[in-house]
């Protein structure tokens, strides 16, 4: 017998459950558990265990109540593909894969989105609720369409995204598309992998990973006192001009924090003259502290208002630290 509190360990155990087991349908939360199954679900059945789960998130969302401590579990057989944004504007839900691994990268449980044909497909998914989690999910777009500027959205609050993946196929001759979209206040981003090393940009673009231009989920929302933890931010350079991260001037308000972080630029593509390529900060702060480095990049940054407080290592042979 599985217990709920082995299967996910990041989510926090006192908090997220009471007790109770996944095998056999009974999870017992503080709010309704929902199971979403691609495969064999169906929108018909009640979605409340696994032998009637739902076939698609939107039905299971629709179903959840907000600020009810919900938890909405997708399984990890198949993908869960999307034909419209998915727009998460309740909150305190939870979304969990069920992939009964922590993963970087890799997560059983996809949403996905193909190329679709309404303009209002901005994202595959949108958030702008608060207190929502989304837990080992891998999050996948090869949208082309012309509006759409990213796989992922957030613009909500105190959101949590613990071991999961953004990717994105589509579009990669732009300066303004990426993975993810950034304007979400006070953000947590732990053990997550944003960008490819495999699909490369076209030409010398920048095709962030993540996109922090603010007001592009929804009017008046910013990045502000985001941290990212542990979490790997990766690029297959078209150029120099390629980098993880863009934003201007005003784009992050009071702090954005790297700890723990590697930028890594495939060496089978160009070099990026920097990792996070931002404006003049004139509102907020990013630092970069613990052992957060960038790899294949030529500088991590050269903006002022990017701070390094990161310790100083020493190339020598000894110890096999390759200088930069």
């Known amino acids: 017998m599985l ?3 082995d299967y996910i360990p990041q989510l926090g155990k006192s ?20 199971y979403v199954d691609a495969d064999n679900g169906s929108d018909d059945s009640n979605g409340q265990t696994p032998s009637t789960a739902f076939a698609t998130i939107s039905k299971a969302y629709e179903s959840a109540t907000t600020n009810n401590n919900d938890v909405i579990f997708l399984s990890n057989a198949g993908s869960h ?17 069920a ?9 059983g449980s996809r949403i996905n989105m193909g190329v679709t044909l309404a303009a209002t497909d901005v994202f595959a998914v949108k958030n702008t609720g608060v207190r929502n989690s989304f837990s080992g999910i891998k999050f996948s777009s090869s949208n082309t369409l012309t509006e759409n500027v990213g796989t992922f959205g957030e613009g ?8 999961c993946e953004f990717y994105n ?10 993975e993810l979209v950034l304007n979400g206040d006070s953000a947590q981003f732990n053990n997550c992998t944003i960008g490819s090393l495999a699909t490369a940009v076209t030409g010398d673009k920048v095709r962030p990973a993540v996109l922090l231009t603010k007001a592009t989920v929804a009017a008046g929302k910013v990045s502000r006192d985001v941290l990212f933890n542990n979490c790997r931010f990766w690029k297959n350079a078209g150029g120099t001009t390629t980098a993880m991260i863009k934003g201007g001037a005003t784009d992050v308000e009071r702090v954005m924090e790297f700890k723990d972080c590697i930028f890594m630029a495939n060496s089978l593509g160009s070099a990026p003259a920097v990792a996070i390529d931002v404006a003049t900060l004139t509102v907020g702060q990013i630092i970069t502290t613990g052992s957060t480095c960038s790899i294949g990049c030529t500088k ?4 002022v208002g990017v701070f390094n407080c990161t310790p100083t290592y020493v190339a020598t042979a000894t110890i096999g630290i390759q200088s930069t």
Not at 81 to 95: D, N, Q
Not at 99 to 107: C, I, K, L
């Open 15 to 34: 908090v997220f459950m009471q007790s109770s087991s996944i095998m056999g349908g009974g999870v017992s939360v503080f709010g309704d558990a929902w």
């Open 300 to 303: 991590t940054s050269t903006a």
């Open 99 to 107: 992939d009964f691994a922590t993963r970087t990268y890799g997560q």
């Open 81 to 97: 593909t999307l034909t419209e944004m998915l727009t998460i504007s309740k909150s305190r839900i939870a979304f969990v894969g």
């Open 156 to 163: 909500g609050e105190y959101t949590v995204f613990d071991s």
């Open 3 to 5: 217990n709920l509190e």
């Open 169 to 178: 196929s589509g579009k990669q001759a732009s300066d303004t598309h990426a």
